[in-house]
């Protein structure tokens, strides 16, 4: 089983930048990782996921604005988040899939990011 936790989060002013990674316990070569986030009263929301292969897809609210990349010798993936806006203000949660088996399907605990002056 492989756990993963999200660090980074914090108070940033809009068009700020913060960086989120999310390390895993074990190895993450296999694995699809995602970012997604949530606001009190709103659902879950997909930000931007990486494959195996370094192939990646955005929101398009966040398209432009952020970078999802890896590194799977640190067992970690990042989020690079730039222009920061107040309507990003949530917990941000990462997301491991096993590529091969959906049943290892990992979610962290979340980091809290603030957009506000």
């Known amino acids: 089983q492989v756990q993963v936790v999200e660090s980074g989060g914090g108070l940033v002013p809009p068009g700020g930048s913060l960086r989120l990674s999310c390390v895993a316990s074990?190895?993450?070569?296999?694995?699809?990782v995602g970012w997604y986030r949530q606001s009190p009263g709103k659902e879950r929301e997909f930000l931007a996921i990486?494959?195996?292969?370094?192939?990646?897809n955005y929101a398009d609210s966040v398209e432009g604005r952020f970078t999802i990349s890896r590194d799977n010798a640190k067992n970690t993936v990042y989020l690079q988040m730039d222009s920061l806006k107040p309507e990003d203000t949530a917990v941000y949660y990462c997301?491991?899939?096993?590529?091969?088996?959906?049943?290892?399907?990992?979610w962290g605990q979340g980091t809290q990011v603030t957009v506000s002056s």
């Open positions: 997301n491991a899939l096993n590529q091969y088996n959906s049943r290892e399907n990992y």
């Open positions: 990486i494959t195996a292969d370094s192939i990646t």
């Open positions: 074990g190895s993450i070569v296999r694995f699809f």
